[in-house]
């Protein structure tokens, strides 16, 4: 149990243009979701805390505007990189936590496997 | 806020040895302590996490240990072996607020 996808694994794209990110969480609702990002060699970087039917917190210094973030569902959430450029090339990773007292009680958080972005 | 420290950055081992990776945490009410494997290309996988409430807990050849009063804990992996080389992320967080990370440890399990 507690699997959580993404989708697509690794993504391509040209300066300028926009890259959407899924996550899901296969097998429990996933009440809130976290988007990180990070870099070779270092830790995990939270870039925001999204909970489903509401606006996402924001890490202070990550742009809401460029990093759109959508949790319209117990399962799915999205992060949209807008007008990417090469700067924003990085691993980024969604993780899911469920309801209190169900999958994920706690603070479990599942992770995704990932996302590879190169912006060229 | 909480602050995690982590340690060592690099650790190398014969296959079948004991490793053993220790983290530090600064807020006394963090109660929740996960430890996640981090393969190559790889999302961080739960491996263990243990809970303010007990002071050790073990799950096949992995453990975990908590002193609540120094503020660490502890990962040990007994009778190490190849595939347990991954980078390995401690964490901490009081009650529902974020995961605060360590800086991650690069097990090398050679055979």
């Known amino acids: 149990g507690a699997v959580v996808s993404q989708h697509p694994s690794r993504v391509i794209c040209k300066s300028g243009t926009s890259v959407k990110i899924e996550c899901r969480s296969l097998?429990?609702?996933?009440?809130?979701m976290f988007w990180y990002r990070q870099f070779p060699k270092q830790s995990l970087m939270l870039m925001a805390t999204?909970?489903?039917?509401?606006?996402?917190?924001?890490e202070q210094g990550v742009e809401k505007d460029k990093f759109l973030i959508n949790h319209a569902s117990l399962t799915l959430s999205t992060l949209t990189v807008t007008s990417a450029h090469p700067e924003d090339s990085s691993f980024y990773i969604c993780?899911?936590?469920?309801?209190?007292?169900?999958?994920?009680?706690?603070?479990?958080?599942?992770f995704g496997p990932g996302t590879r972005l190169t912006v060229l | 806020g909480e602050n995690v420290e982590q340690h060592p950055s690099t650790l190398s081992v014969q296959e079948g040895d004991s490793a053993v990776i220790k983290c530090t945490y600064s807020?006394?009410?963090?109660?929740?302590f996960p430890w996640y494997k981090q393969e190559l290309g790889k999302g961080p996988q739960l491996i263990i996490d243990?809970?303010?409430?007990?002071g050790e807990k073990k799950d096949q050849r992995i453990a975990v240990t908590l002193n609540k009063t120094a503020k660490h804990f502890s990962l040990h992996i007994t009778e190490t072996q190849p595939e347990d080389s991954a980078v390995y992320f401690c964490?901490?967080?009081?009650?529902?607020?974020?995961?605060?990370f360590g800086k991650g440890t690069m097990l090398l399990v050679s055979p």
């Open positions: 097998d429990f609702q996933a009440t809130t």
């Open positions: 243990i809970r303010s409430n007990v």
């Open positions: 999204s909970n489903e039917g509401s606006k996402a917190t924001y």
């Open positions: 807020d006394s009410a963090s109660n929740y």
């Open positions: 993780s899911a936590r469920g309801d209190r007292g169900g999958a994920g009680s706690y603070n479990e958080q599942f």
């Open positions: 964490a901490a967080s009081r009650g529902y607020s974020t995961l605060t």
